[in-house]
């Protein structure tokens, strides 16, 4: 396992649509294992595949007690609203309001293709899509809330 460098805000990478996985094997397994390595020495919440130069649909969620890895993750359904600061290891020294739904169910595989569902709200779906929206090329502060 390593850590990786973390691209920064303007690395054109950065606005680019990700790939899906179709091969799962060691690869795949030592940039999630990477992945991880780099947000525990980070100290962030979620990094998504692309923030390490890797184009590729790949997510890991960390806060608190909770940790999932995310392969191909898609958003099937979404409810309510929530309002909150949002910042990113890949922005320094910036955050803004963004508004993100408050309830998710998000259909993902793992590591070994095994396809999954979670039901996920609050602080954790507000993770989970600004996690997700990087994997499309999209930065929180591009849905910075006006008030």
Same mark, same amino acid.
């Given at each position: ?7 920064k805000?303007?690395?054109?990478i ?5 790939r ?12 999630l ?12 919440v979620?990094?998504?595949?692309p923030?390490?130069? !890797?184009?590729k649909?790949?997510? !890991? ?6 940790f999932?890895e995310m392969v191909?993750?898609?958003i099937?359904?979404q409810?309510g ?17 963004v508004?993100r ?6 259909n993902?595989?793992?590591?070994k293709?095994?396809?999954k569902q979670?039901?996920?709200e609050d602080f !954790?779906?507000?993770?989970?899509c600004?996690?997700i929206?990087?994997?499309?090329? !999209? ?6 809330y006006?008030?």
């Amino acid at each position: 396992m390593a850590i990786r460098d973390i691209v920064k805000d303007g690395e054109p990478i950065l606005r680019k649509k990700c790939r899906e996985v179709d091969v799962f094997d060691a690869k795949l397994a030592k940039l999630l294992d990477d992945m991880k390595d780099t947000l525990d020495k980070a100290d962030g919440v979620g990094l998504a595949a692309p923030q390490v130069g !890797i184009l590729k649909r790949v997510v !890991i969620v960390e806060f608190e007690d909770f940790f999932l890895e995310m392969v191909n993750p898609v958003i099937i359904e979404q409810s309510g609203s929530q309002i909150g600061q949002e910042a990113c290891l890949s922005v320094p020294n910036r955050s803004c309001d963004v508004e993100r739904p408050n309830r998710l169910v998000v259909n993902y595989q793992t590591r070994k293709g095994n396809k999954k569902q979670i039901v996920v709200e609050d602080f !954790i779906a507000r993770i989970f899509c600004h996690e997700i929206d990087h994997l499309d090329g !999209i930065l929180y502060y591009d849905k910075e809330y006006k008030k």
